[in-house]
């Protein structure tokens, strides 16, 4: 393994970086390199000065792309659509990537129905998302000596939406809140998947229905036109 220059030392100091971009074209600097062709196959270990006189005659570019291999292996590419196709693939990995969230939701031991049905309504729209939901009970003043109160209320919220998620943090005290951890059945990644084919599926509904809209007034239009023509 060689070692820096103390130019280069310096330089990286001074705030400079190796760039990943691999090395193309003339800014390969090397007697000779292992050449694959356009569509994969193996062409052998050519001269520098042939590998990048076939680059011309193919119309692409010669990429470096196993730099310390002895020699270098090269490939014949369209570097400019290698490039712009490899952002696309990240750019869509990202938007796929599954994070998961924690949603927390507060209650009172002695919350009343209605509140009680909102409050659930949430954590179901939370589990049906993919996310964690955070309950917390907060007791005040004398309820604090009923931790019995939020442990059932937690209980009877984890029974209703079973069906959806699990408990996956038994409710522990903390200080002046009792808390419980729910999971979703769902992964976040299937969550997101179905979301996708829902907003398809309502939108090809949207489209079904206008184009339905509109065929009983060209069929009028056209009656309209016969009966003018008659008169």
């Known amino acids: 393994m060689t070692c820096p220059s103390a130019e280069a030392v310096a330089w990286c100091y001074r705030g400079g970086s190796i760039s990943a971009e691999p090395r193309i074209n003339e800014r390969i600097r090397v007697p000779e390199v292992r050449l694959v062709g356009p569509s994969g196959e193996q ?3 050519v001269p520098l000065a042939k590998a990048l006189e076939l680059a011309q005659e193919y119309d692409l570019d010669l990429v470096e792309v196993a730099a310390n291999a002895r020699p270098p292996v090269c490939k014949l590419m369209d570097y400019g659509k290698f490039k712009y196709e490899s952002a ?3 750019r869509e990995a990202r938007k796929n990537q599954a994070h998961t969230v924690i949603k927390e ?3 009172r031991p002695k919350i009343d129905p209605h509140d009680y ?3 659930k309504g949430h ?3 939370f589990l049906k998302q993919g996310d964690k939901v955070k309950i917390t009970i907060m007791f005040r003043g004398r309820e604090q000596s009923r931790p019995e109160l939020g442990y059932r209320l937690l209980q009877r919220l984890a029974e ?3 069906e959806l998620g699990f408990i996956e943090s038994n409710p522990k005290q903390d200080g002046r809140n009792m808390i419980m951890v729910l999971g979703p059945h769902k992964k976040k ?4 998947a179905e979301a996708r084919e ?3 599926a309502r939108k090809a509904e949207r489209q079904g229905g206008s184009a339905a809209a509109e065929a009983p007034a060209e069929e009028a239009s056209a009656d309209a036109s016969a009966e003018n023509a008659e008169a």
């Not at 990644?189 to 997101?192: I, K, L, R």
């Open 198 to 200: 829902a907003q398809a």
């Open 189 to 192: 990644t299937e969550a997101m």
């Open 43 to 45: 062409v052998g270990i």
């Open 117 to 119: 049905d909102t409050k």
């Open 123 to 125: 954590v179901v729209r």
């Open 105 to 107: 939701m507060k209650l």
């Open 160 to 162: 209703d939406v079973q």
């Open 88 to 90: 696309m693939k990240a």
